[in-house]
């Protein structure tokens, strides 16, 4: 295996991802009431809620170092190949970057990009998985990052999130207007721009209108659907992680399907409840 795929922690990996030996894991790493998580294979779902639901503070997260990432790169392959969640929403593309940058210097033969995923959680998950794809079909390293850059310029992520606190808070939602959620029960469908802000694309009283209201707007948004993954996940709520699905596999012929949990920084930023889909 000549390549390598590094996924800063925000993107979810498969089991078979894991199992895989191609892709490996840059961690982020939050800090809830004084104490701080690494989001890596150690992370507790169910304790991390616990810990913020507790909490009086919102809960803050720090990317990996150039330093990390360079350490990263250093691994026994030819090409290496990196996915950041959003630049607009976290200094990890900016570290990536840098830290590609500074190994560069010193190791000139090793061909390394960095992919700015416009997205988050698994919207780098699809993008890694097209990496791979790409890698497969002996592509060379050229190829494969035109290839890649223009499948995230064509890729949408949306969401429904049942508390948008940790996102305001913390100056994810620059320009979107306050919500009395607690009051009215009013759940905003948001999604990506294609910058990798954050914008709303409508809104419904309670969960189940809002979810319904996300797939009504991904059914009229997507285009040649045969050929693409539908990736799902969810913060502690499964069934209604499977009931997305199913209505938008009612809609749209994809290629293939799946879901999986958020990981930790996609569970401090999406809170319980929260349903991400990218196509």
Do not use: W
Not at 147 to 165: A, G, K, M, P, S
Not at 209 to 228: F, H, T, Y
Not at 232 to 259: D, G, W, Y
């Amino acid at each position: 295996m000549d390549y390598k795929i590094v996924v800063d922690s925000c993107g979810e990996l498969t089991r078979e991802m894991k199992e895989s030996g191609i892709f490996v894991t840059a961690s982020l790493s939050m800090l809830v009431n004084g104490v701080n998580i690494v989001d890596d294979q150690t992370f507790d779902q169910a304790d991390f809620l616990k810990r913020v639901a507790e909490s009086q503070e919102c809960p803050r997260s720090s990317c990996p170092s150039p330093e990390e990432y360079m350490s990263l790169y250093s691994c026994d392959v030819k090409r290496v190949y990196a996915v950041t969640l959003s630049s607009e929403l976290s200094g990890s593309y900016n570290s990536a970057e840098l830290g590609s940058r500074l190994f560069r210097e010193e190791n000139p033969e090793k061909k390394i990009h960095v992919f700015n995923s416009k997205s988050a959680s698994v919207g780098e998950t699809l993008i890694a998985l097209k990496i791979r794809e790409c890698e497969e079909k002996h592509m060379s390293f050229e190829e494969v990052v035109r290839c890649v850059e223009n499948y995230i310029e064509e890729q949408h992520t949306y969401f429904v999130l049942e508390n948008l606190d940790v996102l305001r808070k913390n100056g994810r939602l620059t320009g979107i207007k306050s919500f009395v959620a607690s009051a009215l029960n009013i759940k905003p469908v948001l999604g990506s721009t294609p910058q990798g802000t954050i914008c709303q694309l409508g809104q419904a009283r309670g969960m189940k209108k809002a979810l319904a209201k996300m797939v009504d707007r991904i059914a009229q948004e997507a285009k040649g659907v045969e050929n693409k993954i539908l990736a799902i996940s969810h913060c502690n709520c499964p069934e209604r992680a499977k009931t997305v699905e199913r209505m938008l596999l009612e809609r749209l012929p994809v290629k293939s399907s799946f879901i999986i949990d958020t990981a930790g920084i996609s569970t401090m930023y999406a809170s319980d409840g929260g349903v991400i889909v990218v196509l």
